[in-house]
Structures are given as structure tokens and as C-alpha cells.
């Protein structure tokens, strides 16, 4: 199944970045961070992706 767009969030010890726009291949591991990512589906559902080190 495709996605649309989304946000993908890294959170950090020190702070956060997030960047939205066109959602492709789950996210990767960051070292020392939480990564999410929330997606939109063409059918109306939703997917919401952690990854953690």
C-alpha cells in the first residue's frame, strides 16, 4: 500500500526536528533518539511508526 504524506519527528535528549511532507520507506535508526512517523493512506487510514536505538 502507498502513503501520502505525513511527519516524521526525532526526539533527542537535547531538543527535536520534524520535517512533513511526501512519506516513502520507514524511517531508520537514530543513534540516541526516538523517531516517529505518522503517515496518511489513500483509503483514509492512518499509520503511525516508532523506532527507537
Not at 524511517?27 to 516517529?36: M, Q
Amino acid at each position: 500500500m502507498g502513503w501520502g504524506s505525513g511527519c516524521t519527528a526525532v526526539f533527542r535528549s537535547g531538543g527535536s526536528n520534524s520535517v512533513c511532507g511526501p512519506v516513502g520507506e520507514s524511517p531508520g535508526k537514530v543513534d540516541g533518539a526516538v523517531v516517529v512517523q505518522v503517515a496518511s493512506g489513500a483509503d483514509g487510514t492512518a499509520v503511525l511508526r516508532l523506532v527507537s536505538d
